[in-house]
């Protein structure tokens, strides 16, 4: 199984900041590579697909970036709306694995 | 606009069986694949397998081999998923998603959840 480890596990900040968040994989997954939000008590929702492609409807201050072993996302200007958990996942080889998370929160 | 909709919470004893199922919307049905996906109380998202839409055949994770099926019913647009000996520790949320390709697998649909409550 390909391990992904996600940091930060949980970060706090202000609205208007930009924030990252980093996912490595214990070997290489090109770049397939997507990254979700989930919202408390819903389901999660596609953000970037492929490590940099944004998803139709997803605003412009979510991106991606990365290949091979290491990735970031990264949101431009932190909004209240944004406090979610946000997870990676990897599809270069089954299982699918996910990052266990960071917990994103407003100051 | 695919919409996937699961059933309702379940409350099992340990070592009953659960089926969830997880109703599609839209006109993808046919080619989408379906995987489940199973997120314990506070903790992460873990996949637990998948079905393919053209031969009905199935990939599951190793964790969970031998206690789980995934079946479909095209006529009802429907997949299944049943855990059998459950044990506590499958307390969770299920959730189905959809995927369009076999090996380009981002979920851009996912099922509402369904509550499973593994008590005594």
């Known amino acids: 199984d390909i391990q992904m480890t996600q940091s930060p596990s949980s970060l706090s900040a202000s609205v208007g900041d930009r924030i990252t968040i980093t996912c490595q994989a214990r070997?290489?997954?090109?770049?397939?590579l997507n990254w979700y939000q989930q919202r408390p008590g819903k389901a999660p929702q596609l953000l970037i697909y492929?490590?940099?492609n944004l998803e139709t409807g997803v605003p412009s201050r979510f991106s991606g970036s990365g290949s091979g072993t290491d990735f970031t996302f990264t949101i431009s200007y932190l909004l209240p709306e944004d406090v979610a958990t946000y997870y990676c996942?990897?599809?270069?080889?089954?299982?699918?694995?996910f990052g266990g998370g960071t917990k994103v929160e407003i100051k | 606009q695919v919409q996937l909709v699961q059933s309702g919470a379940e409350v099992k004893k340990p070592g009953a069986s659960v089926k969830v199922s997880c109703k599609a919307s839209?006109?993808?049905?046919?080619?989408?694949?379906m995987h489940w996906v199973r997120q314990a109380p506070g903790q992460g998202l873990e996949w637990m397998g998948m079905i393919n839409p053209v031969n009905n055949s199935t990939i599951y994770a190793q964790k969970f081999q031998g206690r789980v099926t995934m079946t479909r019913d095209t006529s009802a647009s429907t997949v299944y998923m049943e855990l059998s000996s459950l044990r506590f520790e499958d307390t969770a949320i299920y959730y189905c998603?959809?995927?369009?390709?076999?090996?380009?697998?981002?979920?851009?649909?996912w099922g509402q959840g369904t509550l499973v409550t593994v008590s005594s």
């Open positions: 998603a959809s995927a369009r390709y076999q090996w380009l697998i981002y979920f851009r649909h």
């Open positions: 070997q290489d997954i090109t770049n397939y």
């Open positions: 492929d490590a940099a």
């Open positions: 996942q990897q599809y270069d080889n089954l299982p699918l694995t």
């Open positions: 839209g006109n993808t049905f046919t080619r989408d694949f």
